[in-house]
C-alpha cells in the first residue's frame, strides 16, 4: 500500500512545486486534495517510516513528518508507550544517520521529536528527557561539527518547545499542564544547558577563534542567549500576565533575567561575566554572533532574584560588570549596530541596580557617569545625523532614546547623586541636542548633508513635539537641572534670531522685488532654529501637565527666586523688558545685567510674536512659517496653563518676581491676556487657511477661559468685543474649529460671570446675536421661496456651526441658562431638515448639533427641560425617516451619504440613552407618574424608526458597524426586559443582526455580541426563576455558538468570551441542551471519537448547577477551556 | 472684514453666473466645488504643505454631481475656489407626456414641462411606479445650466 500512496504523493508534489504556467487550476486542487486527504490519515506511523525511508522529495517528507506531528497529538493518550518511544528512537537516528536532509524537514522532525520529549515529561517528569540531554552532549563533545550542530538544534527545539505555554495550545494539552512541564524543564534542565553552553564556548573560544568553528559558536550562543531571556515568570502570576510575559519573549524586549537561588553558583562565578565581556570583544565586528553575544551582556545587566542574597554580592556583581564594561567602551570606537544594545546595557544596569549604583566605588561612578554622558552625546549627533540623511534604520536614535530613559531615572533621584554630576552632565547633553537642532556656525544642524527641503508635507505627518515628545520632556529636565545655565542661552539664542529674522524681513519688505533664493534659504534655516528654540524653551519652562493641575517647576521657581535674592534681578527693568515687545532687549537699559531670566525667556518669545505681528500689519504673511506660528502657540498655550495667574495656593514657595508679572490682579496679567487675545484673534483672521495653526490657537483661546479668575481676566481684558464680533457675525470664511472654537470660548466664560443681572446681559450680548441671525435668516415671510437660495444656506450652515460651539462649551451650571435660550432655536430644526432633506451638509449639521446638545447638556438639564430634548430629538429622527424612506437615487455617493447619517443618529440615540446612567440633574421625579418620560423608551421609540434604514450593507463600514453593536450592547445591558418588549419585526431584525455580527466582523464585534447573548440570556433565566414563562428566543445562539466553536469559527483568543454566554444559554435551556449534545454525538462516525467526545461533554458540565451563580459559572469557564484543548486536539475540521 | 461683502450672490435662476467665488479653507465636506470646469461634491478634503515651513495646500476630491466621475485638484489654502450654485428641489409628479416629458408640481403649484425621464434603471422605476398609479416626488437636481432628475421617492402618506 505504501507504494501507492507514495507514488501519489510524489506525483501530487510535482504538481504543487511546478511552475504555474505549466498546469491547470484543476490539476493543482486535485494535487491538494491528495495531500489533504493524507493529513487525515490514521495511525500513519508505519506508513511515515516508511515513506521517510523510501522518498527523495523534500516535500512529501515535510508533509510526513507533519502527518506524524498532528496524529500523535491527537492520538497520545491511546499509544502504547513502547511505540512512542520507538518512533521517536527511529526518528532521532534517522536525522542523525541523514545528514544531507533539507533544513526545513530536519527542523520540521525536530519539533516532532521535541514535542514527543515534552509530551512524554508530563508523565515520566523529565525522566526521559535527562538521557536525550545526555545523548545529545555526547553528540556535541565528538567534535565531528555536523553532528554537534545537530545537538545544538535538538537543544534549541527543546527549549523553543517548553519556552511557551500560553500561544501553545495545539499540543493538546491544558495551560496548567504546559505551564507545570516548562517550569520542570526549568528547574531540572535549563541551569544544565546554560552550564554545559558556557563551558563549551569557553573551550572554543581560549586562543583565536577558528574560523571553522563560527556556526557552532554561533549556536551556542544562542542557546546561551535563550537561557539568559527565558521567562522565569513566577507561578503565581495569573495566566493573563504570563501570556504577556510571554509575547515579550518573542518580541526585542525580553524580561528580566530574575533567577532563583539554585543558579548562584553559576551566574554569579565571576567567570560568566568575564567570558561574555571578553567573547563579545573578539566577535563584535561579526554580525551574525555579535547580536547574540551582546543580548546575552544586556540580560545579565538585568540580574535579580533570590539568586542576589545580599546587597554586599550585589554590589560586587555590578562592580564587576562595570569594570568589564567601562573597559569596553573606553577602548573601543562604537560602530553603529552595537549603539542600541550598548544603550540597553547601561539602561538595564540603571533600572535594575538603581539602589546599589551608589554603593559603589566613586571612581567606578563617576568613570560609568562619564561614560553614560559621553555615549548619551555620541548617540544624539548619531541621531541627528540619521535624521538629516533620511536614514530608514534609526539605530542612533533608538539608543539615544534609551538612554534619556536612563537619565530619567537618574535625575528622579539626582540627589542621591554627587551634585555636580548631575549638573554637569545636564549641561553638556543639553548643549548638544540644542546644537544639534541649530544651523551653523551656533550648531550643526544637517551634518548628514541634507538640509531643508522642498518636499511634500502631508499634513497628517506627525509634527516635531509629538514626535520627539519624549526626547524633549527629558531634555527640558536636563535644562531645568541647570537653570542658570539653560535659561539665558536660550534666551540670548532666541533674542539673536528674531532680530536677525526682522532684519531679514525687513529687507524683504523693502525690496519689492522677488526674493532670492539664497535669502529665502537663509530665512528658512532661521524659521527652523527659532522652531526648535521655541520647542526648547516651552520644554524647560512647563512640564506636560496631562490630566493634572499644570505648576510652575520647582527647580524654575527657585531659580527664579534665587536670583533675587541674590540680588540680580532688577523687577522694575524686568518688567519694562516684559511690557515692550516691540522693542529689543538691547534698546531697553539694564535688560542684559538685571532682568529675572526667568521672565527674559518668556519675553522672547512675545517679541517673537510681535515680529510676526507686523510681518502681518506690513503684508508679509505669505512670507511667515505657519510651522514656526504653531509651536508658538503651542509654547504659549502651554506657558499659560501654569505661570499665567498661577494659583499661590498650590505653591510651597513661590517667587514674587513671576507673581508681579503674571499674577492675580496684575496689570502685567491683564496686559498679558490682551496680549494673548490679539495674537489669536491676528491669527485667526490671518491664518484661517492652516488647519494645524488655527487648531492650536484654539486650544491657546480655550485654555485662557479655563477657570473662573482667567476667565474674569479675559472679561476685563476690553477685547472680549472683538471675540464676540468674530464669533458671532457672518463670517462665512472662518473654517470650522474657529467657528465652533470661538462659541465654545464664549460659553464657557459665560460659566464665570456671576451675578444673575450681569449674567442675561452677558447671554444678550453673545446668544441673542446667533438668535437673531437665525430668526433673520428662517423667519421671513418667503422664506418658503428663498430657503434653496445659496446665501441663505450658507447663512443657515453658518449660524448652526455657531449653536454647535455653543453646546460644546455649555458646563453644569450654565446648563439650563443656557438651554433656554437656545430651545426656541432647536424646535425649529425638524422642519428645517424637512426643508433642507435634499442638502446633505445642512441635514448633517442638525443630526450633530443634537448629537452635541445630547452629549453636553442632557445630563445637567432636569426633567422638564430633558422632555423637551427628547420631544425634539425623536420629531428630528422622524422627520429625517420621512425623507428618506422609499427614495431611489442615481447619486453614487448615496450610500457614503447614508452611512454618515445613520452613525450621527446612533450616536444620538447613544446619547440619549446615557442619560439613564448618567443624570447629574439633582432634580426629584415628577409627582405624576405620566410626566415622567424615561430616557429608554425614548430610545427604543427612535430605534424603531432607524431600524428600517440600516441594512446589513451599512453594517459593512466598520466604524458604523462598531456604534450599532455599542449601542445594542449598552441597552441590552441596562434594559433587558424593555429589548424583548420590542415589536416582533424589530426584535427579529436585532437578533439576526447580533447572528451575523458573531462571525462577521472581527473581533470587537464578536466580543459584543457575545456580551448581548449572555446579558439577554442572564435576563431570560432570572425571568424564569420568577415564574414567567420562558422566552425561547434565544435557544437558536446556543446552537449556533457551539457550532462556531467546535468548528473554530470564533478565532481561539475569543474562545473565553464565549464560554459565559454559552453557560448562561445552557441554564436557559437544558433540555435543548442535551438535545444538542446528543446531535453532535449521533454525527459522529467513528466511535472511538464519539466515546471521547461523551467523555468530553460529560466532563464540561460535570459537577456544575446550572443556577448562573458566580462559582458555577467560573467552574463552567474552567471546564470549559479544557473541553475546548480536548475537543479541538481530536475532532478533525472538515 | 468680512468676505462675503465682496462677494456678489446671484441667484443661479438669473442667468448671469452659475458660481461664486469662496475662499479654500472655508470648504467643507460634502459640499460643492467646481473642479475641472465640473461641479462636483466634495467626498475628500486633506491638506498638505511644500517643505516643513511652507503654507498649506488643500486637496480636494469630488464627484461630479451629473456624471459621477471622480475629479481631483489641489489649491493653496488661501486661494479662491468656484463653487457651483447648486439646487435640489422636490417636484410632485403628475403626468408623463407621450414624448417622455415629466409633468412636475413645484410646491407652489406651479407646473414645469421641461424635464425628460431619466436614463437608466431610474427611469424604468419612475415609470413603473408611475403607471402602478403611485404618487411620486422628484427631486430635481440643478447646477452650471444642466437639470436633471437624480431622485425619486414614492409619496405616502404625509408628506408636504
Not at chain 1, 115 to 141: F, H
Not at chain 1, 578 to 603: F, K, T, Y
Not at chain 2, 16 to 37: D, E, H
Request: with cysteine; net charge negative; charged share 20%.
Amino acid at each position: 500500500m505504501a507504494d501507492q500512496v507514495l507514488a501519489e504523493l510524489e506525483a501530487a508534489a510535482q504538481v504543487i512545486l511546478a511552475p504555474p504556467n505549466l498546469i491547470t487550476g484543476q490539476q493543482r486542487q486535485s494535487a491538494e486534495t491528495v495531500f489533504l486527504n493524507f493529513r487525515k490519515t490514521k495511525s500513519p506511523y508505519q506508513l511515515c517510516r516508511e515513506i521517510l525511508e523510501r522518498s527523495s522529495v523534500d516535500y512529501v517528507l515535510f508533509e510526513s513528518a507533519g502527518l506524524i506531528k498532528s496524529a500523535l497529538i491527537r492520538e497520545w493518550v491511546m499509544m502504547q508507550d513502547e511505540d512512542i518511544r520507538s518512533l521517536r528512537q527511529y526518528l532521532l537516528h534517522y536525522i542523525i544517520s541523514k545528514p544531507q536532509l533539507a533544513p526545513f524537514v530536519r527542523e520540521r522532525i525536530l519539533q516532532v521529536i521535541a514535542i514527543m520529549v515534552k509530551r512524554g515529561s508530563v508523565e515520566d517528569l523529565g525522566r526521559d528527557r535527562g538521557q536525550i540531554l545526555n545523548e545529545v552532549e555526547g553528540l556535541i563533545m565528538t567534535g565531528d561539527l555536523r553532528r554537534q550542530l545537530l545537538g545544538c538544534s535538538i537543544i534549541s527545539a527543546l527549549m523553543q518547545e517548553y519556552a511557551t505555554t500560553v500561544k501553545s495550545s495545539d499540543v493538546g494539552l491544558a495551560w496548567e499542564v504546559h505551564f507545570k512541564a516548562k517550569k520542570q524543564f526549568e528547574i531540572s534542565d535549563l541551569k544544565r544547558i546554560f552550564k554545559f553552553c558556557f563551558g563549551a564556548l569557553g573551550e572554543l573560544t581560549k586562543e583565536e577563534i577558528q574560523e571553522a568553528l563560527l556556526p557552532l559558536i554561533k549556536h551556542l550562543l544562542s542557546i546561551t542567549e535563550g537561557v539568559l531571556v527565558w521567562g522565569y515568570v513566577s507561578p503565581h502570576l495569573p495566566k493573563r500576565l504570563i501570556g504577556v510575559f510571554e509575547s515579550a519573549y518573542e518580541s526585542d524586549s525580553s524580561p528580566a533575567l530574575r533567577l532563583g537561588p539554585m543558579w548562584r553558583d553559576v551566574i554569579l562565578d565571576p567567570n560568566v561575566l568575564d567570558l561574555f565581556f571578553t567573547l563579545y570583544w573578539k566577535v563584535r565586528t561579526n554580525p551574525q554572533l555579535a547580536h547574540h553575544a551582546r543580548n546575552c551582556l544586556v540580560q545579565l545587566a538585568t540580574l535579580n532574584g533570590l539568586v542576589i542574597e545580599s546587597g554586599e554580592v550585589e554590589t560586587q556583581y555590578l562592580t564587576s560588570y562595570l569594570q568589564s564594561f567601562l573597559k569596553l567602551v573606553s577602548n573601543i570606537d562604537v560602530i553603529d549596530q552595537e549603539a542600541i544594545g550598548i544603550s540597553n546595557m547601561v539602561r538595564k544596569v540603571i533600572t535594575f541596580f538603581r539602589a546599589t549604583l551608589t554603593s559603589l566605588p566613586e571612581d567606578i561612578l563617576r568613570s560609568f557617569m562619564e561614560q553614560m554622558t559621553r555615549l548619551t552625546c555620541l548617540f544624539a549627533e548619531g541621531a541627528a545625523q540619521e535624521e538629516s540623511m533620511c536614514a530608514d534604520d534609526c539605530l542612533y536614535m533608538e539608543a539615544f532614546e534609551h538612554l534619556l530613559e536612563a537619565w530619567i531615572i537618574v535625575l528622579s533621584e539626582a540627589q542621591l547623586f554627587p551634585s555636580e554630576f548631575c549638573k554637569q552632565s545636564s549641561a553638556q547633553i543639553f548643549n548638544t541636542y540644542l546644537s544639534c537642532h541649530l544651523a551653523p556656525p551656533d550648531g550643526n544642524r544637517g551634518a548628514g548633508g541634507k538640509e531643508l527641503n522642498d518636499e511634500e508635507i502631508d499634513a497628517t505627518e506627525e509634527n516635531d513635539r509629538d514626535k520627539f515628545k519624549e526626547q524633549l520632556q527629558t531634555i527640558g529636565n536636563f535644562g531645568r537641572q541647570v537653570p542658570g545655565h539653560s535659561l539665558p542661552l536660550l534666551a540670548r539664542l532666541l533674542e539673536d534670531r528674531t532680530n536677525r529674522l526682522s532684519g531679514q524681513l525687513n529687507r524683504m519688505a523693502d525690496q519689492s522685488q522677488p526674493m532670492s533664493i539664497s535669502s529665502s534659504s537663509l530665512v528658512e534655516a532661521l524659521y527652523e532654529d527659532i522652531h526648535w528654540l521655541v520647542l526648547l524653551a516651552g520644554h524647560v519652562l512647563c512640564m506636560d501637565s496631562e490630566g493634572e493641575v499644570a505648576l510652575v517647576p520647582s527647580e524654575i521657581m527657585r531659580y527664579s527666586m534665587d536670583q533675587t535674592q541674590q540680588g540680580q534681578v532688577n523687577v522694575e527693568t524686568t518688567m519694562r523688558l516684559l511690557a515692550s515687545p516691540q522693542n529689543s532687549l538691547s534698546d531697553i537699559d539694564g535688560a542684559e545685567q538685571s532682568a529675572d531670566h526667568v521672565i527674559r525667556l518668556i519675553s522672547a518669545v512675545f517679541r517673537l510674536c510681535q515680529l510676526e505681528k507686523i510681518a502681518i500689519s506690513a503684508n508679509l504673511t505669505n512670507m511667515l512659517s505657519p510651522e514656526l506660528s504653531s509651536s508658538i502657540v503651542w509654547f504659549l498655550h502651554r506657558w499659560s496653563l501654569s505661570y499665567l495667574l498661577p494659583i499661590e495656593s498650590f505653591y510651597s514657595e513661590i517667587s514674587t518676581t513671576i507673581l508681579q508679572a503674571f499674577g492675580a490682579d496684575t496689570p502685567g496679567a491683564l496686559w498679558t491676556v490682551s496680549f494673548l487675545l490679539e495674537k489669536i484673534e491676528c491669527n485667526i483672521n490671518v491664518f484661517k487657511g492652516e488647519p494645524n495653526l488655527i487648531k492650536e490657537t484654539m486650544r491657546l483661546l480655550i485654555t485662557l477661559v479655563e477657570s473662573q479668575i482667567k476667565s474674569d481676566c479675559v472679561l476685563k481684558s476690553g477685547r472680549l468685543c472683538n471675540l464676540v464680533n468674530l464669533a458671532t457675525k457672518d463670517r462665512f470664511d472662518l473654517p470650522q474649529a474657529a467657528k465652533r472654537g470661538l462659541m465654545r470660548t464664549l460659553v464657557q466664560i459665560g460659566t464665570a460671570v456671576q451675578d444673575p443681572s450681569s449674567k442675561q446681559q452677558y447671554w444678550a450680548q453673545t446668544l441673542q446675536p446667533l438668535d437673531e441671525r437665525f430668526k433673520q435668516l428662517t423667519g421671513s415671510s418667503n422664506f418658503a421661496q428663498t430657503y434653496h437660495q445659496e446665501q441663505i444656506r450658507l447663512g443657515i450652515i453658518d449660524v448652526l456651526e455657531s449653536f454647535v460651539g455653543v453646546t460644546q462649551g455649555v458646563q453644569g451650571p450654565v446648563a439650563e441658562g443656557v438651554f433656554e435660550r437656545i430651545t426656541p432655536v432647536l424646535n425649529e430644526l425638524p422642519n428645517l431638515l424637512s426643508l433642507y432633506h435634499n442638502y446633505q451638509e445642512i441635514v448633517q449639521l442638525i443630526l450633530e448639533l443634537f448629537c452635541e446638545c445630547t452629549r453636553r447638556m442632557l445630563c445637567y438639564l432636569p426633567q422638564g427641560d430633558s422632555i423637551r430634548i427628547y420631544e425634539i430629538c425623536l420629531r428630528t429622527i422622524q422627520t429625517y425617516a420621512r425623507c428618506n424612506t422609499n427614495r431611489t437615487t442615481v447619486e453614487n455617493t448615496a450610500e457614503e451619504d447614508t452611512f454618515q447619517d445613520i452613525l450621527l443618529l446612533m450616536q444620538l440615540l447613544t446619547n440619549l440613552l446615557t442619560k439613564e446612567i448618567i443624570d447629574c440633574s439633582h432634580t426629584e421625579p415628577a409627582g405624576n407618574p405620566e410626566q415622567n418620560v424615561s430616557p429608554v423608551n425614548v430610545f427604543l421609540f427612535g430605534l424603531n424608526i432607524i431600524m428600517p434604514l440600516m441594512t446589513m450593507d451599512l453594517l459593512k463600514f466598520p466604524s458604523l458597524c462598531l456604534e450599532y453593536f455599542k449601542m445594542i450592547t449598552f441597552v441590552c445591558e441596562i434594559h433587558p426586559e424593555k429589548v424583548f418588549d420590542l415589536p416582533v419585526e424589530l426584535l427579529s431584525q436585532l437578533l439576526a443582526s447580533v447572528e451575523l455580527g458573531l462571525f462577521s466582523f472581527g473581533h470587537e464585534i464578536t466580543i459584543l455580541c457575545c456580551d448581548i447573548i449572555q446579558v439577554l440570556a442572564k435576563h431570560i433565566y432570572t425571568e424564569g426563576r420568577k415564574g414567567r414563562p420562558k422566552n425561547q428566543l434565544m435557544a437558536p445562539f446556543m446552537n449556533l455558538l457551539m457550532n462556531l466553536i467546535l468548528s473554530r469559527q470564533i478565532n481561539s483568543d475569543l474562545i473565553s468570551s464565549t464560554s459565559i454566554p454559552l453557560y448562561y444559554l445552557i441554564c436557559c435551556y437544558q433540555e435543548q441542551y442535551q438535545q444538542l449534545v446528543q446531535s453532535f454525538l449521533a454525527a459522529q462516525t467513528d466511535p472511538r471519537i464519539a466515546e471521547r467526545l461523551t467523555a468530553a461533554f460529560v466532563q464540561l458540565t460535570a459537577c456544575i448547577e446550572l443556577d448562573t451563580e458566580r462559582p458555577q459559572r467560573l467552574r463552567f469557564r474552567d471546564n470549559f477551556d479544557k473541553f475546548i484543548v480536548n475537543v479541538q486536539g481530536f475532532l478533525m475540521v472538515k | 472684514m468680512a468676505d462675503i461683502e465682496d462677494t456678489h450672490f446671484e441667484t443661479g435662476d438669473s442667468g448671469a453666473s452659475v458660481t461664486y467665488p469662496q475662499q479654500c479653507s472655508a470648504l467643507r465636506k460634502n459640499g460643492f466645488v467646481m473642479l475641472k470646469s465640473r461641479p462636483c461634491k466634495i467626498v475628500e478634503m486633506s491638506t498638505s504643505k511644500t517643505g516643513k515651513h511652507g503654507h498649506a495646500k488643500v486637496h480636494l476630491v469630488g464627484i461630479d454631481i451629473f456624471t459621477s466621475k471622480k475629479y481631483e485638484d489641489i489649491c493653496p489654502s488661501t486661494h479662491n475656489m468656484d463653487v457651483p450654485f447648486v439646487k435640489r428641489e422636490d417636484y410632485q409628479l403628475t403626468d408623463i407626456s407621450d414624448d417622455n416629458y415629466l409633468s412636475l408640481m413645484a410646491d407652489n403649484g406651479d407646473i414645469r414641462e421641461d424635464l425628460k425621464i431619466p436614463d437608466g434603471e431610474l427611469g424604468i422605476q419612475l415609470r413603473a411606479d408611475f403607471d402602478a398609479g403611485k404618487e411620486l416626488l422628484c427631486t430635481v437636481l440643478k447646477a452650471c445650466g444642466e437639470e436633471v432628475v437624480i431622485a425619486i421617492k414614492t409619496n405616502t402618506a404625509l408628506d408636504k
